[in-house]
């Protein structure tokens, strides 16, 4: 597959400035109003995010927590609860989310289930009260900081975390082929593994174990990619998002450039660049 040079509109991640709290609050309001709206169709969309899913856990059984309550921080629909439920046996799941209709959905399937619909950057659950924080695909929504030392405040010591989130080669592809188009940015920043290795070891973690592992989805044509993108409410690119349609020539042009990421089986490919960190809170 070819790959590009940094295209003019990427900023690395580490050169971002802080936003300010209403920035910070006006992302998490965009963000829980995309997902959101995708939950309904969320779990038939969420092959890779269920991929993913699947190798944190064979990564987390070598891993096992300390008895006490888990919770799944970032749940979406809770699909991957009734695996935490069977593998780490009888103990409290609690499902946090930011957006109400993926609880929804969750409540819809199991009427029982405690979720709460929160914030990772401010979990209502005291300090050291859990054993075990499972969240996949979340982080990369976040601020990663603020958001590991939240989860160290809530596990107690020796607590583990397990965590995927997405790294700085996901979605490459489409980077390359949006590359100059205009001024607006159409791929979100994601953060590199030093930056939170980094962010974890400041925030009281060890890390277990780290892996990086490549996954991809596919579609027939670009605008079917793109929607499958959608379907899982992925497609936040935040502040400066491009907020008008793409002109036809260059809607061809991306089109066009997209072509050199065509398989052989015919179909197109965009590419998850899955970062998965084991991590247990210093006693
Ligand atoms: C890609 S989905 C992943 C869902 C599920 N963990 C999975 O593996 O399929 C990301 C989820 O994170 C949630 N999310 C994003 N930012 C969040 C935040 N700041 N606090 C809590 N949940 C958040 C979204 O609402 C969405 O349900």
């Known amino acids: 597959m070819r790959r590009g040079g940094r295209p003019a509109n990427s900023h690395e991640a580490t050169d971002r ?5 209403t920035a910070t609050l006006a992302a998490s309001r965009r963000i829980a109003r995309r997902f959101g709206r995708a939950a309904a169709g969320y779990d038939d969309a969420a092959t890779v995010q269920r991929q993913i899913c699947e190798h944190l856990w064979r990564l987390a059984q070598d891993h096992p927590p300390p008895p006490g309550a888990i919770v799944d921080a970032g749940c979406g629909t809770g699909h ?19 957006a109400p209709p993926m609880l929804a959905q969750l409540r819809h399937r199991e009427p029982g289930q405690p979720c709460v619909a929160a914030d990772v950057h401010a979990l209502p659950l005291a300090t050291g009260s859990v054993a ?3 969240s996949s ?8 900081e603020p958001v590991l030392a939240e989860f160290s405040r809530t596990l107690q ?8 989130t997405l790294g700085p080669e996901t979605f490459a592809e ?7 188009i205009d001024d607006a940015s159409h791929v979100l920043d994601f953060v590199g593994v030093d930056r939170l290795e980094a962010a974890a070891a400041s925030a009281g973690f060890n890390v277990l174990a780290q892996r990086r592992q490549r996954h991809v989805a596919c579609a027939p044509d670009l605008a079917g ?4 993108i959608k379907a899982v409410g992925a497609q936040d690119v935040g502040d400066n998002r491009r907020r008008s349609l793409l002109g036809r020539q260059a809607w061809r042009t991306v089109e066009h450039r997209y072509e050199a990421f065509r398989r052989a089986d015919g179909l197109l490919e965009v590419g998850y660049d899955a970062l998965y960190l084991i991590l247990r ?3």
């Open 80 to 98: 991957w609860l009734p695996t935490l439920s069977v593998g780490f046996g009888e103990r409290l799941l609690i499902a946090a989310d930011l």
């Open 174 to 180: 489409l980077r390359e082929a949006f590359a100059g």
């Open 17 to 21: 400035t802080e936003p300010t709290v």
């Open 281 to 283: 809170k210093r006693p």
């Open 225 to 228: 990619l793109l929607r499958a």
């Open 132 to 134: 075990g924080i499972w």
């Open 137 to 144: 695909l979340c982080l990369q929504w976040c601020r990663p």
């Open 157 to 164: 010591s020796d607590g583990t975390l397990w965590l995927s």
